[in-house]
């Protein structure tokens, strides 16, 4: 048997800005209400599921052969989807897909970010943009928001004029704020990235079919250098699928297409997401009833006396609190689960089934109560 000591992250000869990082996570705990990882909460319908099965028998008959590289039908379709419900129409050359929408934004920074370039983003917000540009080997830097989580427009600008940076992150709704970015600023900020230097602006719109408000896809008309990033994870309920797509000019996804993996869409993924594309207005139904539960989930908050940040998302940021992880504790020993992601004073709860939202309202108004008492 070998005395030697076990082996860490640290002994092996891994990069020097991997060095100390932590991998994405949320943890999961066996609760009676888990809201804390952003899911849609309502199972698939069964006549989807039955014609999931149906397009999954098809693609297994020809599982010898590879899919489909280019994943033409698919783009097609959801093209489709966006044209109709984006107000902006795209064919199949304007989107490409890919195992989750990290792997889009992966490609994304393969292409257009690497060693000796850099990214930006206005942080707080999706963790996994600075994650991936670090693994990517792009430089990552933090670009400020006003206290109320918004974009602060000429801060922004300045930042962006400063570091001049290769690729520009802007998330709407952001997560984990829930906070919708206005065109306008999206217009401001794409026009300052090219006026530095030319560069690729991000939009991430993974949680836009929540939103009050509509997406920002028209933007991209006259914009080769916009690119709006989506899932099919949340408004879908698919995040068990892992398919993420972007639309963007065609000349980005001829460039993307440098650096992804052969085959790298399955020909059971593909089945799937086409399946699920065929009952679009059943699952954007549960959308609607998810908008209407977060809107109720933010009154009975703020009723109860929390603050709330406005939210676009199928989630809510409340608070504030000045022991955010303590508090995160005492609503998990009422047996829901909320996420604390590390926003001093803050902590992010899902919109999730009517019995679920009434579980941790339930929880929040006592602890309110006995905070009082």
């Known amino acids: 048997m070998s005395s030697a000591r076990p082996v860490g992250i640290d002994d092996l000869p891994i990069r020097d800005e991997l060095r100390g990082k932590s991998p994405y996570g949320a943890p999961q705990l066996d609760v009676p209400v888990r809201l804390n990882t952003n899911e849609n909460p309502y199972p698939l319908p069964e006549p989807l599921v039955e014609r999931i099965a149906e397009r999954v028998r098809e693609a297994a008959r020809t599982l010898n052969r590879y899919p489909d590289r280019d994943a033409v039908e698919l783009r097609t379709e959801l093209a489709r989807y966006l044209t109709r419900t984006g107000k902006h129409p795209l064919e199949a050359a304007n989107v490409w897909a890919a195992n989750g929408s990290n792997e889009v934004l992966q490609q ?25 540009s670090r693994g990517t080997g792009t430089a990552w830097i933090s670009g400020p928001r006003r206290d109320d989580f918004t974009i602060d427009v000429e801060l922004a600008e300045k930042a962006i004029a400063e570091n001049r940076p290769d690729v520009v992150f802007i998330t709407s709704p952001n997560n984990p704020t829930g906070t919708a970015v206005e065109p306008e600023t999206v217009l401001a900020l794409y026009e300052a990235a090219q006026a530095a230097k030319p560069s690729m602006v991000v939009l991430d719109e993974a949680y836009v079919e929540f939103s009050h408000g509509d997406s920002l896809l028209p933007l991209l008309e006259g914009r080769p250098q916009l690119v709006v990033s989506r899932t099919m994870s949340k408004a879908f309920g698919a995040a068990g699928l892992r398919l993420g797509y972007l639309a963007a000019d065609p000349a980005v996804v001829d460039a993307v297409q440098l650096v992804r993996l052969p085959y790298h869409l399955s020909a059971v993924t593909q089945a799937t997401a086409l399946a699920a594309l065929e009952h679009t207005d059943t699952l954007l139904g549960y959308v609607d009833q998810l908008k209407q539960e977060r809107d109720r989930v933010v009154a009975g908050l703020r009723e109860a006396g929390y603050e709330v940040t406005t939210s676009d998302a199928n989630f809510i940021q409340f608070g504030r609190f000045e022991d955010s992880h303590t508090v995160w504790q005492q609503i998990l020993d009422r047996g829901v689960l909320v996420r604390d992601n590390g926003v001093p004073g803050w902590l992010r709860v899902t919109a999730g089934t009517p019995a679920e939202n009434d579980a941790f309202l339930d929880a929040v108004r006592e602890l309110k109560k006995e905070q009082r008492a």
């Open 108 to 132: 994304l920074l393969q292409t257009f970010g690497g060693p000796g370039r850099t990214a930006i983003g206005f942080e707080p917000s999706y963790s996994m943009h600075s994650l991936i």
